[in-house]
């Protein structure tokens, strides 16, 4: 009988410690594809980080145009994933331009370079038609074609467009496209010698145009509404045309005439708008805050009247957001949100969270973080967030002032980090601190319930003593702050018998699932009527035809084949019943290797080894004697990975209570099966015999 290490429970019958909710259907992404199973809906972006090229320094800015990711700011190279700092660099002055399917670098290499004082690219957009990249920063070249501190650059060609010449007084924050305009914000009071505070616009020719929304102090973002007939801006200001609206202010896209301002206080004073995401759900703000008192969070706008839907008051600054599928992904340093009734005071940070665009509560299970960064960076972690599609999948890019995962191990990875909308792949933790006590109904079995990243609700599965099926499955809610205790009683157990109990924890649809944990026993009062003993291997060795002088007792694999032959030997010890007590029942489990090779449609035999061997000597042309009569048999082995139970013959078993058994699994067939040695790790042949009062 085969037992998968993943699959659906066959027996329910559990207790919840926490209701699950109920999950919507699978949503498609903009290219058709199937978001990832393994999550909690309404999330589709796994958690897990795929490997991506890294930068030296800060990245400031991203934007994509089909499939290729533009990321701009602060460094002079990058390297492949993995590589150490000076490993492995390739030049690329400010800029680079990467497959968002490989995360490797493309073609496409710009320099963005300035005579004196520090060059920088702090603002990418794409024009609609995908064909134009602009950028916006402080820098004087781009590839030694003059420039200042806005260029157009033809994705086609990877050239700066010359046509596109525009001098601007100071570094510019922000940019956003449309088919005939460009708006630009920043620290410049002038552009093309002409007073512009802060905010300025351009044809896509590089004219200045008419439209004036000046600010008092730094324009940071702009963002165009989908009607095109709107601008919203954000920043540092407290004025925008001479009117009250600080650090928000929503204007006109033909004039820049104020359409919405905000006052003094809807944004507190002593809190900006570092970044906005503008989409057909509405208008959705990144807020930093210095002080006490401060706004950190993110505030959601409707699109009719820019009015409030909600406000998140997380604290721990928000420098970008976006948002995928209904889901609004903000990179921050939240580090208290316990104002929104989620997670209290952490004394670190989580960099990355979602949320519905409906309703920022409760915080969406996805959960990847990373670190704040190395000491000579202002240490914020993530600063830039792009999706871009590409083979029919989605990637969600982040970019910033990190130098680990802190989510995956603190694995180092600088500058850049990507996610997919699949597959998911990780599993949840494994259970820990599983406890077992006698209660009045039989035996109830606790433990804090496992965490996903990606996954709120989890499937647990209860395995007694050693068993292939659980006996029983418990469905319960967890967050990385809040891990409740989830409980499971086990009303079939028998007086006066040990039991060991052993969890797993598997994300949604059971894509993924945990190792069991480690176990727990009790024995539960009375009389013992049946008990359970696990023996595993205490040798094991295989032999191989073509080499008739070789041992292979090291090995971590052992094999079977008829043809060009492969035997396997295994040595256990069987204890003497207990007193009053029978051999009711025996089981060998053997369990396939994970190697695609591994699985075997031939049948397998198990024979009594009848001469001497042993593990360290054994050799196919010194292999032992084998008995004539099959103790039982398995009709192949489908899959890799998996464990598979052969019943034994009781009286053969029986015979050696109190010694040795040794085995041996042999084939006529000719295709090998290669199952997990005891070398392993806890996963190679397993002797189970079950003992009954007569």
């Not at 260029?151 to 601007?168: E, H, L, M, Q, Y």
């Not at 590089?206 to 973002?221: F, I, K």
């Not at 496992?450 to 499955?473: H, K, Q």
């Amino acid at each position: 009988m085969k037992r998968s290490k993943s699959r659906k429970a066959a027996t329910a019958g559990a207790v919840m410690a926490l209701a699950a909710t109920a999950l919507a259907g699978p949503a498609l992404t903009e290219r058709g594809a199937q978001q990832a199973q393994a999550l909690t809906a309404p999330v589709a972006m796994t958690a897990d980080d795929l490997a991506t090229w890294q930068t030296n320094g800060v990245v400031w800015a991203m934007a994509q145009s089909d499939g290729v990711v533009f990321a701009g700011g602060t460094f002079s190279a990058i390297r492949p994933p993995g590589a150490d700092p000076g490993t492995g660099e390739r030049q690329a002055v400010n800029f680079a331009a990467f497959d968002a399917a490989t995360g490797a670098p493309t073609d496409c290499r710009l320099n963005f370079t300035v005579g004196s004082g520090a060059a920088t690219v702090r603002a990418l957009t794409v024009s609609p038609d995908g064909n134009t990249l602009y950028a916006g920063g402080n820098f004087a070249a781009v590839n030694g074609t003059h420039v200042s501190r806005v260029a157009a650059i033809d994705i086609a060609t990877c050239k700066v467009r010359p046509d596109f010449n525009v001098s601007v007084s100071s570094t510019v924050h922000a940019l956003a496209a449309t088919d005939d305009t460009v708006y630009l914000g920043g620290d410049f009071t002038s552009v093309e010698g002409q007073s512009r505070s802060r905010f300025a616009a351009l044809s896509t020719g590089g004219e200045l145009r008419s439209w004036r929304a000046d600010a008092d102090l730094t324009g940071r973002a702009v963002e165009v509404t989908p009607d095109g007939r709107s601008v919203v801006l954000g920043g540092d200001f407290a004025r925008v045309r001479g009117t009250d609206s600080h650090a928000l202010a929503v204007v006109d896209s033909a004039s820049g005439a104020l359409k919405r301002a905000y006052g003094r206080t809807f944004v507190p004073r002593n809190s900006v708008v570092k970044s906005l995401h503008v989409d057909e759900t509405g208008i959705y703000t990144a807020n930093e805050g210095t002080g006490g008192g401060v706004f950190d969070g993110r505030i959601a706008l409707d699109l009719d009247d820019f009015s409030q839907r909600w406000r998140d008051t997380c604290l721990g600054a928000t420098q970008d957001v976006t948002v995928y599928q209904g889901v609004l992904y903000s990179s921050s340093h939240a580090h208290n949100c316990s104002s929104m009734g989620q997670f209290g005071e952490l004394y670190e940070r989580q960099h990355l969270l979602a949320e519905s665009v409906d309703d920022p509560t409760p915080l969406l299970s996805w959960f990847p973080d990373t670190d704040d960064g190395p000491a000579n960076v202002e240490q914020v972690g993530p600063r830039a967030m792009v999706v871009s599609a590409s083979g029919g999948r989605d990637y969600m890019w982040v970019g910033g002032s990190f130098s680990r995962i802190a989510s995956n191990g603190n694995k180092p990875q600088q500058g850049l980090v990507r996610f997919s909308n699949g597959p998911d792949t990780r599993d949840p933790t494994v259970p820990e601190g599983v406890n077992a006590a006698n209660v009045i109904s039989g035996v109830r079995v606790t433990w804090p319930a496992s965490t996903d990243l990606d996954d709120r609700t989890l499937t647990y599965r209860i395995y007694r003593n050693g068993a292939s099926e659980p006996v029983g499955t418990v469905r319960a809610n967890s967050t990385f702050w809040d891990r409740p205790t989830v409980s499971f009683t086990d009303t079939t157990v028998k007086p006066g018998t040990d039991y060991t109990y052993r969890i797993t924890a598997g994300d949604a649809d059971d894509a993924n699932t945990s190792a069991r944990s480690e176990g727990a026993t009790v024995r539960t009062p009375g009389t013992p009527t049946e008990t359970t003993v696990e023996r595993e291997a205490t040798g094991d060795a295989y032999v191989n035809g073509s080499s008739v002088t070789s041992n292979y007792g090291t090995h971590q694999q052992l094999a079977v084949r008829g043809s060009s032959p492969y035997e396997t030997y295994m040595r256990f010890s069987v204890p003497s019943p207990p007193s009053g007590m029978v051999l009711d029942d025996a089981k060998l489990t053997v369990t396939t290797s994970g190697d695609s090779y591994a699985p075997s449609t031939d049948t397998v035999s198990v024979r009594p080894v009848t001469g001497s061997w042993s593990e360290s000597g054994v050799t196919y042309g010194g292999r032992p004697a084998l008995g004539a009569t099959a103790l039982g048999s398995l009709d192949g082995a489908a899959e890799s990975d998996s464990a598979y139970d052969i019943p034994l013959s009781k009286s053969a078993v029986g015979a050696a209570a109190g010694d040795s058994l040794d085995l041996a699994l042999t084939s006529t067939g000719s295709d090998s099966m290669w199952l997990l040695a005891r070398e392993s790790g806890g996963t190679g042949p397993k002797l189970t015999l079950t003992y009954r009062k007569p």
